[in-house]
T-cell receptor, first 108, second 115 residues
Framework: KNEVEQSPQNLTAQEGEFITINCSYSVGISALHWLQQHPGGGIVSLFMLSSGKKKHGRLIATINIQEKHSSLHITASHPRDSAVYICAPENRDDKIIFGKGTRLHILP | NAGVMQNPRHLVRRRGQEARLRCSPMKGHSHVYWYRQLPEEGLKFMVYLQKENIIDESGMPKERFSAEFPKEGPSILRIQQVVRGDSAAYFC?????????????FGQGTRLTVV
Protein backbone atom coordinates (compact mmCIF):
# COMPACT_ATOMS: atom_id res chain seq x y z
CA LYS A 1 0.00 0.00 0.00
CA ASN A 2 1.31 3.47 -0.87
CA GLU A 3 2.18 5.73 2.02
CA VAL A 4 0.32 8.59 0.33
CA GLU A 5 -2.95 8.18 -1.52
CA GLN A 6 -4.57 11.00 -3.46
CA SER A 7 -8.05 11.09 -4.92
CA PRO A 8 -9.22 11.57 -7.50
CA GLN A 9 -6.33 10.77 -9.83
CA ASN A 10 -7.93 12.80 -12.60
CA LEU A 11 -10.59 15.48 -12.38
CA THR A 12 -12.28 17.48 -15.10
CA ALA A 13 -14.65 20.26 -14.07
CA GLN A 14 -16.35 23.32 -15.50
CA GLU A 15 -15.06 26.79 -14.81
CA GLY A 16 -16.51 28.13 -11.58
CA GLU A 17 -16.95 24.79 -9.86
CA PHE A 18 -15.71 24.13 -6.33
CA ILE A 19 -12.88 21.62 -6.42
CA THR A 20 -11.76 19.24 -3.69
CA ILE A 21 -8.68 17.04 -3.82
CA ASN A 22 -8.13 14.56 -1.01
CA CYS A 23 -4.97 13.11 0.46
CA SER A 24 -4.61 10.29 2.96
CA TYR A 25 -1.29 9.19 4.38
CA SER A 26 -0.17 6.40 6.65
CA VAL A 27 3.05 7.76 8.18
CA GLY A 28 3.53 10.02 11.15
CA ILE A 29 4.25 13.49 9.88
CA SER A 30 5.65 16.77 11.07
CA ALA A 31 4.08 18.79 8.23
CA LEU A 32 2.33 18.38 4.90
CA HIS A 33 2.96 20.23 1.63
CA TRP A 34 0.62 20.85 -1.27
CA LEU A 35 2.45 21.43 -4.54
CA GLN A 36 1.27 22.51 -7.96
CA GLN A 37 2.99 21.26 -11.09
CA HIS A 38 2.19 23.21 -14.22
CA PRO A 39 1.90 21.65 -17.68
CA GLY A 40 5.40 22.99 -18.41
CA GLY A 41 6.66 20.94 -15.47
CA GLY A 42 7.63 23.64 -12.97
CA ILE A 43 6.67 23.00 -9.36
CA VAL A 44 5.29 25.61 -7.00
CA SER A 45 4.75 25.14 -3.30
CA LEU A 46 1.16 26.16 -2.44
CA PHE A 47 0.95 25.36 1.25
CA MET A 48 2.85 23.87 4.11
CA LEU A 49 0.69 23.07 7.10
CA SER A 50 0.89 21.04 10.26
CA SER A 51 -2.58 21.66 11.70
CA GLY A 52 -5.91 23.27 10.96
CA LYS A 53 -6.48 25.28 7.85
CA LYS A 54 -4.70 27.78 5.58
CA LYS A 55 -6.08 30.03 2.86
CA HIS A 56 -4.36 31.81 -0.03
CA GLY A 57 -6.72 33.56 -2.36
CA ARG A 58 -9.06 30.96 -3.86
CA LEU A 59 -7.08 28.05 -2.41
CA ILE A 60 -7.79 26.45 0.95
CA ALA A 61 -5.90 23.59 2.56
CA THR A 62 -7.00 21.66 5.61
CA ILE A 63 -5.41 18.91 7.60
CA ASN A 64 -6.70 16.49 10.24
CA ILE A 65 -3.69 14.99 11.98
CA GLN A 66 -5.71 12.40 13.91
CA GLU A 67 -7.38 11.10 10.77
CA LYS A 68 -4.19 11.44 8.67
CA HIS A 69 -6.07 13.29 5.99
CA SER A 70 -5.68 16.56 4.15
CA SER A 71 -7.78 18.31 1.53
CA LEU A 72 -7.06 21.01 -1.00
CA HIS A 73 -10.01 23.11 -2.13
CA ILE A 74 -10.24 25.55 -5.02
CA THR A 75 -13.15 27.97 -5.07
CA ALA A 76 -14.45 29.54 -8.30
CA SER A 77 -12.13 27.38 -10.39
CA HIS A 78 -10.59 28.80 -13.54
CA PRO A 79 -8.89 27.19 -16.56
CA ARG A 80 -5.54 28.54 -15.36
CA ASP A 81 -5.93 26.27 -12.31
CA SER A 82 -5.42 23.30 -14.64
CA ALA A 83 -2.34 21.52 -13.32
CA VAL A 84 -1.23 18.50 -11.32
CA TYR A 85 -1.66 18.92 -7.58
CA ILE A 86 0.65 16.91 -5.39
CA CYS A 87 0.21 16.08 -1.72
CA ALA A 88 3.56 15.65 0.03
CA PRO A 89 3.67 14.74 3.72
CA GLU A 90 6.94 15.31 5.53
CA ASN A 91 7.76 12.50 7.91
CA ARG A 92 9.40 12.91 11.26
CA ASP A 93 12.85 12.42 9.71
CA ASP A 94 12.18 15.55 7.60
CA LYS A 95 11.85 13.46 4.45
CA ILE A 96 9.11 14.48 2.04
CA ILE A 97 7.03 11.65 0.56
CA PHE A 98 5.12 12.52 -2.59
CA GLY A 99 1.70 11.42 -3.72
CA LYS A 100 1.24 10.56 -7.39
CA GLY A 101 -0.72 13.73 -7.95
CA THR A 102 -4.19 14.70 -9.10
CA ARG A 103 -4.46 15.92 -12.67
CA LEU A 104 -7.01 18.76 -12.75
CA HIS A 105 -8.50 20.10 -15.96
CA ILE A 106 -10.84 23.07 -15.78
CA LEU A 107 -12.95 23.61 -18.89
CA PRO A 108 -13.90 27.15 -19.91
CA ASN B 1 15.90 36.85 -4.85
CA ALA B 2 16.05 34.78 -8.01
CA GLY B 3 14.66 31.59 -6.52
CA VAL B 4 16.10 28.13 -7.02
CA MET B 5 17.91 28.02 -10.35
CA GLN B 6 18.47 24.81 -12.23
CA ASN B 7 20.39 24.43 -15.44
CA PRO B 8 20.20 23.32 -18.03
CA ARG B 9 16.42 23.15 -18.40
CA HIS B 10 16.75 20.47 -21.07
CA LEU B 11 19.65 18.09 -21.54
CA VAL B 12 20.06 15.45 -24.22
CA ARG B 13 22.74 12.82 -23.83
CA ARG B 14 23.65 9.69 -25.77
CA ARG B 15 23.85 6.41 -23.94
CA GLY B 16 27.17 6.11 -22.15
CA GLN B 17 27.77 9.85 -21.81
CA GLU B 18 27.84 11.79 -18.56
CA ALA B 19 25.11 14.16 -17.45
CA ARG B 20 25.75 17.05 -15.05
CA LEU B 21 22.78 18.85 -13.57
CA ARG B 22 23.26 22.04 -11.63
CA CYS B 23 21.21 23.59 -8.85
CA SER B 24 21.80 26.98 -7.29
CA PRO B 25 19.70 27.29 -4.12
CA MET B 26 17.97 30.43 -3.05
CA LYS B 27 20.19 33.02 -1.44
CA GLY B 28 20.77 32.15 2.19
CA HIS B 29 19.71 28.51 1.79
CA SER B 30 22.24 25.88 2.69
CA HIS B 31 20.09 22.76 2.36
CA VAL B 32 19.54 21.18 -1.04
CA TYR B 33 17.35 18.24 -2.02
CA TRP B 34 17.31 16.40 -5.34
CA TYR B 35 14.23 14.58 -6.62
CA ARG B 36 13.56 12.55 -9.74
CA GLN B 37 10.28 12.34 -11.61
CA LEU B 38 10.10 9.46 -14.06
CA PRO B 39 7.58 9.73 -16.90
CA GLU B 40 4.04 9.23 -15.63
CA GLU B 41 5.28 8.75 -12.05
CA GLY B 42 5.44 10.84 -8.91
CA LEU B 43 8.45 12.60 -7.50
CA LYS B 44 10.98 10.45 -5.67
CA PHE B 45 13.57 11.63 -3.17
CA MET B 46 17.18 11.08 -4.18
CA VAL B 47 19.57 12.94 -1.91
CA TYR B 48 19.75 15.63 0.75
CA LEU B 49 22.86 17.75 1.06
CA GLN B 50 24.19 20.57 3.12
CA LYS B 51 27.27 22.49 2.10
CA GLU B 52 30.20 20.02 1.77
CA ASN B 53 28.15 17.28 3.39
CA ILE B 54 25.78 14.54 2.21
CA ILE B 55 23.12 14.11 4.87
CA ASP B 56 20.92 11.43 3.31
CA GLU B 57 21.52 9.62 0.03
CA SER B 58 19.09 6.78 0.62
CA GLY B 59 17.24 7.51 -2.61
CA MET B 60 20.27 7.51 -4.87
CA PRO B 61 20.86 4.55 -7.17
CA LYS B 62 23.88 2.60 -5.97
CA GLU B 63 25.90 3.07 -9.14
CA ARG B 64 26.60 5.87 -11.63
CA PHE B 65 24.87 8.59 -9.59
CA SER B 66 26.64 11.05 -7.33
CA ALA B 67 25.88 14.43 -5.84
CA GLU B 68 27.86 17.20 -4.26
CA PHE B 69 27.26 20.62 -2.79
CA PRO B 70 30.60 22.39 -2.50
CA LYS B 71 31.41 25.31 -0.26
CA GLU B 72 31.29 27.59 -3.29
CA GLY B 73 29.09 27.13 -6.31
CA PRO B 74 26.00 25.15 -7.16
CA SER B 75 25.01 21.66 -6.17
CA ILE B 76 25.79 19.13 -8.89
CA LEU B 77 23.96 15.91 -9.62
CA ARG B 78 26.18 13.75 -11.79
CA ILE B 79 25.08 10.71 -13.75
CA GLN B 80 27.81 8.69 -15.38
CA GLN B 81 27.31 6.37 -18.35
CA VAL B 82 23.69 7.34 -18.78
CA VAL B 83 21.12 4.79 -19.90
CA ARG B 84 17.66 5.27 -21.41
CA GLY B 85 16.05 4.62 -18.01
CA ASP B 86 17.73 7.74 -16.63
CA SER B 87 15.46 9.88 -18.81
CA ALA B 88 13.40 11.88 -16.34
CA ALA B 89 12.83 15.30 -14.88
CA TYR B 90 15.23 16.09 -12.05
CA PHE B 91 14.11 18.69 -9.54
CA CYS B 92 16.10 20.48 -6.91
CA UNK B 93 14.64 22.16 -3.84
CA UNK B 94 16.30 24.27 -1.20
CA UNK B 95 15.48 25.34 2.31
CA UNK B 96 17.18 27.68 4.77
CA UNK B 97 19.45 26.68 7.59
CA UNK B 98 16.84 26.92 10.29
CA UNK B 99 14.66 24.58 12.26
CA UNK B 100 12.65 21.83 10.61
CA UNK B 101 9.32 22.24 8.93
CA UNK B 102 10.47 24.99 6.63
CA UNK B 103 8.89 25.52 3.29
CA UNK B 104 10.68 23.95 0.35
CA UNK B 105 11.37 26.02 -2.74
CA PHE B 106 11.62 24.13 -5.99
CA GLY B 107 13.57 24.82 -9.13
CA GLN B 108 12.05 24.50 -12.59
CA GLY B 109 13.71 21.15 -13.14
CA THR B 110 16.09 19.68 -15.69
CA ARG B 111 14.59 17.35 -18.25
CA LEU B 112 17.13 14.73 -19.19
CA THR B 113 16.59 12.75 -22.35
CA VAL B 114 18.90 9.87 -23.12
CA VAL B 115 18.95 8.85 -26.77
Amino acid sequence: KNEVEQSPQNLTAQEGEFITINCSYSVGISALHWLQQHPGGGIVSLFMLSSGKKKHGRLIATINIQEKHSSLHITASHPRDSAVYICAPENRDDKIIFGKGTRLHILP
Amino acid sequence: NAGVMQNPRHLVRRRGQEARLRCSPMKGHSHVYWYRQLPEEGLKFMVYLQKENIIDESGMPKERFSAEFPKEGPSILRIQQVVRGDSAAYFCASSPFTERNTEAFFGQGTRLTVV
